[in-house]
């Protein structure tokens, strides 16, 4: 009997980890769902934002880490919505960014976590929640939309390509100083944003 009442029981994910878990939204009623606390979840961000925002990582040291980004991008391709997914493991830059937007700057904050029209979604769990409520396909309603086949022709879907001004060797020859320096243009990593990609920011 016990374990078929445990088979009965629904299952939940876990919330998604990168490097440690550290992140809490605040205390809320438990009896009413979380998306119903949406609109006042995250006073710090701005609403101006019509888009979807998906800070993911590439890396796959962590599997699960790696295994919800990727059913979190399934579940928007599915609703046929555009997505900036901004990387951290290609650009540092977002990292603090997420960090400066749930109010963490000390701390890691797990991966990956969605902001849709500005306002904070959460993680993997939540976004797997509201899509299984139906309540996901409300939220972004009116969002730009994408054919879930498209793959953008200038960096593959990598949203980064190298930097053209030093070739993604970071460093350009100043022929006044008769040096190497390190490159404006580019990231740690030698490479500068896909124009064709980003087509909507926070800013």
């Known amino acids: 009997m016990d374990a078929i009442e445990a088979a009965k029981k629904p299952f939940l994910l876990t919330r998604s980890l990168s490097y440690h878990h550290t992140f809490h939204r605040r205390a809320r009623d438990s009896s009413i769902p979380f998306w119903k606390t949406l609109a006042d979840d995250n006073p710090n961000v ?19 880490t790696h295994a919800d980004c990727c059913a979190v991008r399934a579940i928007f391709r599915g609703l046929r919505v555009a997505v ?25 904050v797990g991966l990956p976590q969605v902001f849709v029209r500005g306002k904070h979604i959460g993680g993997a769990e939540e976004v797997r929640q509201l899509h299984e409520a139906g309540e996901m396909g409300r939220l972004v309603e009116g969002v730009l939309g994408q054919d879930p086949a498209f793959v953008c022709g200038g960096c593959g879907g990598v949203r980064f390509v190298p930097c053209g001004n030093c070739r993604g060797s970071r460093k350009v020859f100043v022929e006044e100083e008769g040096r190497m320096r390190r ?14 990609c980003f ?3 926070f800013n």
Not at 48 to 64: F, M
Not at 89 to 108: D, N, Y
Not at 183 to 196: H, I, K, M, Q
Request: some cysteine; proline content about 2%.
């Open 183 to 196: 490159c404006e243009d580019c990231n740690e990593n030698g490479l500068v944003r896909c124009a064709s």
């Open 46 to 64: 701005s609403n101006s934002n019509l888009g979807v925002v998906i800070y993911t990582t590439s890396l796959r040291s962590i599997r699960r």
């Open 84 to 108: 900036d997914e901004r990387d951290v493991s290609i650009h540092a830059a977002f990292r603090h960014e997420l960090q400066t937007m749930v109010g963490s700057k000390s701390r890691p």
């Open 199 to 201: 087509s909507f920011s």
